[in-house]
């Protein structure tokens, strides 16, 4: 497997500069625009928007306090696969219509603790691995391909019980199929999209890719791990197609977001597919067009409990049907304009989302988040 790029760690210190005046703190107001309660939210402020106000700004002597709190909070320097920092990150708890001041002021920062992690797993077959405090998920690679009887497409639920990091745990016990008191891999994929992977789709036709054979971390947490995977050429309906997948998971979110940019020729555009894997059992579904939000409260599966399934579109959706093995969402995707969405699965086991109802509520919530950002300004 061929690496693209060394990894970005997320606490590279860069801009050896002068520190920021003795008693001058640099303000930054993040404000809830909505009337529902926005709790462990990861936020990106533009770098560029701090430099220009604090120009003197050195990360290496650099912490944030909670004005009213008056306590640390953690960050995170966001990269997004470049040599400078492009955003700094923050998870805020927000009540409704509410506002907090984080200041920057020079200094020490305590220590963070990882909320979220993603590696590249060599030792099981090419598998890309990525996880946060609430759940984990994984890709599958190249050399999955050389075994058939495990070949599979789409995305895969990793449940958790913990917000401790699990997945190199797991990997070297060698024994993920097992709920050993923090989760377990009981999720099945096969030859279907999974939790939420998507692939064109022509004339009622699903077609799928192989598997990534290329990929590149561009952040690794604390607060968001983001990375890419590329896949090969492949066909499609007569027509070369290739893809370039960027996920990013946040700490405290269930959902990932996938940035994916198709190539092809000759088309302006090429309809896709985001799919869920349905099971033989009766499960609860959602299926909101008009929303962009699917979702799936699957049957239970005897101890190892009920997963939730979910994806968002934020992108008009032509329609949403249910075959005999998955539901799906039919969409338009641009060519050169990358198509982003929304997905991701909770665990009843996890104690925090156990009915259908909080997991559609979830989700519905979600994307109220996405259409409503919180605002930031930097005084």
Request: aromatic share 12%.
């Amino acid at each position: 497997m061929k690496k693209l790029g060394f990894i970005l760690m997320a606490f590279s210190w860069v801009y050896s500069k002068p520190v920021i005046a003795q008693n001058q703190k640099a303000i930054i107001t993040v404000s809830n625009p909505t009337s529902s309660e926005r709790k462990e939210e990861v936020v990106a402020i533009a770098w560029k928007d701090i430099l220009l106000k604090y120009p003197s700004i050195d990360t290496s002597n650099f912490k944030i306090i909670n004005n009213l709190a008056k306590k640390d909070v953690p960050f995170q320097f966001e990269f997004r696969g470049e040599k400078t920092i492009q955003n700094l990150l923050v998870q805020v708890d927000l009540a409704a219509n509410a506002s907090t001041k984080l200041l920057i002021q020079k200094g020490k920062s305590g220590t963070s603790v990882t909320k979220t992690y993603g590696r590249y797993v060599p030792e099981r077959k090419d598998d890309f691995a990525w996880e946060n405090d609430k759940i984990a998920f994984r890709m599958y690679g190249k050399a999955l391909e050389q075994t058939p009887k495990e070949m599979a497409y789409g995305v895969d639920v990793w449940v958790k019980s913990t917000s401790r990091m699990v997945i190199n745990e797991r990997y070297k016990r060698g024994k993920y199929h097992d709920n050993l008191g923090d989760g377990m891999d009981y999720y099945h994929v096969g030859y279907t999209c999974g939790a939420g992977n998507a692939y064109p789709y022509v004339n009622d036709s699903i077609y799928y890719s192989k598997n990534y054979v290329r990929w590149k971390v561009l952040d690794n947490g604390p607060l968001r791990t983001t990375f890419a995977l590329e896949y090969d050429d492949w066909d499609v309906a007569g027509m070369k197609v290739n893809a370039t997948k960027t996920i990013s998971l946040d700490a405290g979110s269930q959902l990932n977001r996938i940035e994916a940019q198709y190539k092809y020729v000759d088309k302006p555009s090429m309809d896709l597919v985001v799919g869920i894997i349905k099971r033989k059992d009766q499960g609860t579904m959602l299926l909101d067009e008009q929303q962009g939000i699917m979702g799936y409260w699957e049957p239970q599966m005897g101890e190892d409990g009920i997963t939730g399934v979910g994806t968002i579109l934020s992108t008009p959706i032509i329609k949403m049907k249910v075959s005999n093995t998955q539901l799906l969402t039919q969409a338009t995707s641009q060519k050169d304009v990358p198509f982003v969405y929304y997905t991701g699965a909770a665990w009843n086991k996890a104690n925090v989302i156990t009915s259908a109802t909080a997991w559609f509520g979830y989700l519905q919530s979600y994307k109220n988040r996405i259409e409503n950002p919180l605002k930031v300004t930097v005084e």
